[in-house]
Nanobody, 120 residues
Framework: VQLQASGGGLVQAGDSLRLSCVAS????????MGWFRQAPGKQRELVAS???????NYADSVKGRFTISRDNAKNTVYLQMNSLKPEDTAVYYC???????????????WGQGTQVTVSS
């Protein structure tokens, strides 16, 4: 499985961005997909995930501002980011968990990362 993320950029606080991640292969609809981010000097953290059935989970820091969605016909997962803050600045990675029976998101495949920079 190959994941190709895009959509990052430099924006001002309060702006919006939409990240996209396109997956290869025919089993995309069965995967749980997630978006992670890693800021300089910090650990990579799970920002949002969406199951094959459409159930979503969010980190507390982005609840109410970010929305994860998927389009199985396009093998694509999105992360709509609104009301961006400088602390959202990070490299954002998409990831795929191919085992629906795991209790926690476990990344089997990673995208290459896309930089999001939010200026104050």
């Amino acid at each position: 499985v190959q994941l190709q993320a895009s959509g990052g950029g430099l924006v001002q606080a309060g702006d919006s961005l939409r990240l996209s991640c396109v997956a290869s292969g025919r089993a995309f609809s069965t995967y749980t997909m997630g978006w992670f981010r890693q800021a300089p000097g910090k650990q990579r953290e799970l920002v949002a995930s969406i199951s094959s059935g459409g159930s979503t989970n969010y980190a507390d820091s982005v609840k109410g501002r970010f929305t994860i969605s998927r389009d199985n016909a396009k093998n694509t997962v999105y992360l709509q980011m609104n009301s961006l803050k400088p602390e959202d600045t990070a490299v954002y990675y998409c990831a795929a968990d191919t085992n629906a029976y795991r209790p926690f998101f476990t990344s089997d495949y990673w995208g290459q990362g896309t930089q999001v920079t939010v200026s104050s």
